[in-house]
């Protein structure tokens, strides 16, 4: 062990640190303001906002990483709209449907909301863990950028203040909330770790990614057995925040899936990384 690799070993971990030092204040004033201000998060315009910056980050991230493969400029190109396009195609489709309120319980006789959780990852997750243009992208691109682009998942905590004004229930909304925040509030410390190129903080990263889909996991469970619908099992004394509404369902209906898509491929890229 070299002392460089000592060295990047010990500084990583402390600016990981000093990263929560800023991420958390953050976070615990996000979910202050919508505690005792219920109408910014209300309004759509935090999803709308975030929603678009995500796509903006992942449509340069995806054309940087494009530019370091060996790729004629149109094939570059086609390969960038073949993702975009679709990706793009969906986040409407679901905004448009979730703001004319085709989510909500009775609307419509098919789940529609579990239908937008898992078939996303039905049809995407085989073809981006089996797809070799895929694999050049992964491989291009930083192991650090699909970690951190995660961070938005502290904007998850709205469901703790959601529930510390009894609007939503506890059951749902803790595991929910606590492990959004948690996972949002490490991305950015476990991509620092990461960027050492140690095998350790590939192993935060690979543990960091499983914790976040059993976020997802715990989340959708509980969200399906106490919202109204075909699958309730328990009937909460509140009515739960997946129900339906916009702008809130656009979380379960398009965040959850999407965010799901990014772990399999930070795990596939993290794999890649260690067979080469």
């Known amino acids: 062990m070299t002392a460089l690799t000592l060295h990047a070993e010990t500084v990583a971990p402390r600016q990981g640190w000093r990263a929560l030092l800023w991420i958390a204040p953050l976070t615990v004033l996000w979910t202050a303001l919508n505690y005792w201000l219920p109408g910014i998060q209300g309004s759509g315009i935090p999803n709308a906002a975030l929603r678009l910056i995500i796509q903006a980050l992942i449509s340069v991230?995806?054309?940087?990483?494009?530019?370091?493969?060996?790729?004629?400029p149109a094939r570059r190109r086609n390969v960038w709209l073949g993702?975009?396009?679709?990706?793009?195609?969906?986040?409407?489709?679901?905004?448009?449907?979730?703001v004319n309120?085709?989510?909500?319980?009775?609307?419509v006789r098919l789940p529609l909301l579990p239908i937008a959780i898992f078939l996303p990852v039905i049809i995407g997750a085989p073809i981006l863990l089996r797809s070799k243009r895929v694999g050049q992208v992964l491989d291009a691109m930083p192991t650090t950028w699909l970690v951190a682009l995660q961070l938005y998942r502290v904007f998850g905590a709205i469901f703790l203040a959601s529930w510390m004004r009894g609007a939503a229930p506890g059951i749902f909304a803790l595991p929910a909330g606590i492990?959004?925040?948690?996972?949002?509030?490490?991305?950015?410390?476990?991509?620092?770790?990461l960027a050492?190129?140690?095998?350790?903080?590939?192993?935060a990263a690979i543990a960091w990614n499983i914790f976040?889909?059993?976020?997802?996991a715990v989340a959708v469970f509980?969200?399906?057995?106490?919202?109204?619908?075909?699958?309730?099992?328990?009937?909460?004394?509140?009515?739960?925040?997946?129900?339906g509404a916009y702008p809130t369902v656009m979380i379960p209906a398009f965040a959850v899936p999407s965010s799901i898509l990014l772990h399999v491929l930070s795990l596939?890229?993290?794999?890649?990384?260690?067979a080469a």
């Open 179 to 193: 492990g959004d925040a948690l996972t949002g509030l490490f991305a950015v410390p476990i991509a620092i770790s």
């Open 101 to 107: 309120g085709v989510f909500r319980p009775g609307t």
């Open 268 to 274: 596939r890229q993290l794999r890649r990384r260690s």
């Open 212 to 216: 976040g889909l059993a976020d997802f």
């Open 196 to 203: 050492t190129g140690t095998l350790e903080g590939r192993r």
């Open 61 to 72: 991230a995806l054309w940087q990483a494009l530019e370091q493969c060996d790729l004629t």
């Open 222 to 243: 509980m969200g399906m057995i106490t919202s109204p619908g075909p699958f309730q099992l328990i009937v909460p004394s509140v009515p739960s925040i997946g129900a």
């Open 83 to 98: 993702i975009m396009i679709p990706f793009t195609l969906w986040l409407a489709v679901i905004w448009g449907g979730a």
